[in-house]
């Protein structure tokens, strides 16, 4: 079956994680993607966390379905092999330091011209322009300056980091979307260009609901926890057996109260005066919650969501991360699977999360670092055997 992206190819000189999880969906949606790679060293995340004589599991989990080519930028051979593979392809995605391409000489400036209709992607921590945009940015730096750390946690505690990776994969995500809108407006104007996304305007993005709250509640809030607005059910209760992950998140609208008070048992309460309103039941909230926890403590989290969920009351089992891997759900919808990667053998991953009819996703191991240098050069820029092993000699590939 052909795929959504078929025929886009896609040159990917990221790494770590924010441009990785980018070209990594691009390629399961069918683009060729080629990851570029400086020979002998490759993505710093192939040895960064190394747990085994393997490449990272930090590395395998981000370039699935890809390609690896290696090529030394800083030799001339290096740059003039690199211009012809720009000039075959649709589009670049850097995701390195301010200023790193320029300084190659590669810069959107000179890769336009070698290929006018080059989409030219680049992910910086605070963008190209800016007063920060000098600065180089980490996850947790996204975190803090896109306002995503001092919403999160308790009152008590100090800004917390959240572990879902807004500031890299969600920066990845949205730039995802910008090529394929650059894509199309290509097919119109015959023409390509730059697409910028900054990570701190990422998360920025995503934090939206939080500055709605600045203004509509009279500025800065406090950390709530796990408290939901002022609405109960709206936060996490404790669940049988009683371990450190044994809670389910509850979030019932008035409109599911009398449902909800019905499946905990408590049909009593839907017209009690103290909690038939959103209102009074936030008031009330020091006497509703133990009700609600009386009736949680009896059941496991899955258990409680399985009543919840059937009573038509939104909840979620808390899973920890051993629990999502064997997640039943997720592994009937392709989300969680086993890719073998010699020699390491069999670890697991997580699938695609767009699911296209026409174009489902194939996700195929990571590439062995250069594994496809003389075969895309050869396609590419006509390079045969004996050239290759020249420029392997001269330290270009
Ligand atoms: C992540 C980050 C902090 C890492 O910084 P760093 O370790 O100092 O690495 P840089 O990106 O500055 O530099 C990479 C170097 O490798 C070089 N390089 C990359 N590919 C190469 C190749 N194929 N051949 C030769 N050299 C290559 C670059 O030219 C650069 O060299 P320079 O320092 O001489 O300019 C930085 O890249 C960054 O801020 N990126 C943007 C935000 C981002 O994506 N953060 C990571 C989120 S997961």
Known sequence: MKKALDGLRVIDMTHNQAGPACTQILAWLGADVIKLEEPGKGDVARTNMRDKDSDSLFFLILNSSKKSLTLNLKTDEGKELFKKVIEASDVLVENFSPGALDRLGLGYDVLSKVNQKL????IK?????GPYSGFKSFEPIAQAMGGAMCATGFPENPPTYVWPAIGDSGTGMHMAIGILAAIQQRHTTGKGQQVEVSMQDSVANIMRISLRDHQRLGGVQKRTGNQLGRNV???????APGGSNDYIYIFAQ????????????RPDIIDDPRYATAESRWENRDTLNPIIEGWTLQKTKHEAMRILGDAGVPSGACQDTGEILEDPHLKERDMILDIDYPPRGTYKTVGCPIKLSESPAQIERPPFLGEHTEGVLGDLCGIDKEQFSKLKKNGVV
């Open 119 to 122: 989409i030219y992607a680049t």
């Open 125 to 129: 921590g605070f963008g190209t322009y």
């Open 233 to 239: 059910p709206g936060s996490t209760y404790p669940c």
């Open 254 to 265: 008035q409109q599911m109260w009398g449902s909800f008070a019905t499946a905990i048992g």
